[in-house]
């Protein structure tokens, strides 16, 4: 598969909108033959149309794009004194617009919490595979973007998700918190791992996460305390609004390009 294929499939997994740019044309001389390709976020670019002022221009026009609700369109550029080029043609560009959709995220656990979360994200642009090994512990009608998944042995399940799911871990049993945890902090390919509980259930896990050999580089991507700071309650609502939150203000973040600290709340 191309790069920019595996690219885009990468950003898709990942909810993050994307423009693709074509070399769709060349007259005279340029820097890259037609069919040269350059995938485009609001934070970086992957591959090369040939850089210079062209690809400069390219990606400034490809970010004001994901700003607004452009469609594809075709732009021609004389590679001339205007674009500080000497290659003398003209490259004609295909600008094609990719999206953000929705992104998966992983919920182990139908408990209180999960049940109260599930409500929220049903509204949120997100498909919810929500895991449980009870079948008894779902409701009986649930959000059209929620999966309800029974399965005798959750862990394993984080095998089948996608690169750059969004995990949330809040099982009924500290057992299986762990091993879900531990498993998804091996792969090392998701974009957040999130696990119910306190500080001092934390340094608990931290502890057998070293033990299973688990580098601290990827203990410290585990997110534990769940939630955004500043809503304090404990009932399920309101953990489950604060968490929703604090997924949405790091989705924001990621979108941007941001540290986590500059995204808005």
């Known amino acids: 598969m191309s790069d920019w294929l595996d690219r885009l499939a990468t950003l898709e997994q990942l909810g993050v909108a994307a423009v693709l740019v074509t070399v769709a044309a060349v007259d005279g001389s340029a820097p890259r033959e037609a069919g040269a390709k350059m995938v485009v976020t609001a934070a970086e670019s992957s591959g090369s149309i040939g850089g210079g002022e062209l690809e400069f221009q390219a990606i400034r026009i490809a970010r004001q794009m994901l700003r607004g609700q452009a469609g594809p369109s075709l732009r021609r550029f004389p590679l001339g004194p205007s674009l500080g080029q000497c290659c003398g043609g003209h490259v004609t560009l295909l600008f094609e617009p ?10 182990f656990g139908a408990g209180h919490v999960g049940r109260a979360l599930v409500s929220i994200l049903g509204t949120l642009p997100c498909r919810v595979r929500w895991i449980d090994p009870r079948p008894d512990a779902f409701p009986d009608h649930v959000p059209p973007n929620v999966t309800v998944e029974v399965s005798p042995a959750p862990e394993r399940e984080v095998a089948g998700l996608p690169d750059g799911a969004w995990l949330l871990v809040m099982t009924h049993n500290h057992a299986l918190d762990l091993g879900i945890v531990a498993r998804a902090l091996q ?5 957040y791992i999130g696990l119910i509980g306190s500080a001092t259930k ?3 896990f931290e502890k057998r996460f070293r033990d299973l050999g688990i580098a601290e580089e990827r203990i410290a991507d585990l997110v534990c305390p769940i939630g955004i700071k500043g809503i304090e309650g404990k009932q399920p609502g309101e953990i489950a609004i604060a968490t929703a939150a604090d997924i949405l203000r790091r989705r924001e973040a990621l979108l941007a390009g941001l540290p986590l600290e500059e995204a808005e709340v």
């Open 187 to 191: 792969e090392n390919r998701f974009a």
């Open 202 to 204: 934390r340094a608990r």
């Open 98 to 107: 990719r999206r953000a959709e929705n992104f998966t995220l992983a919920l």
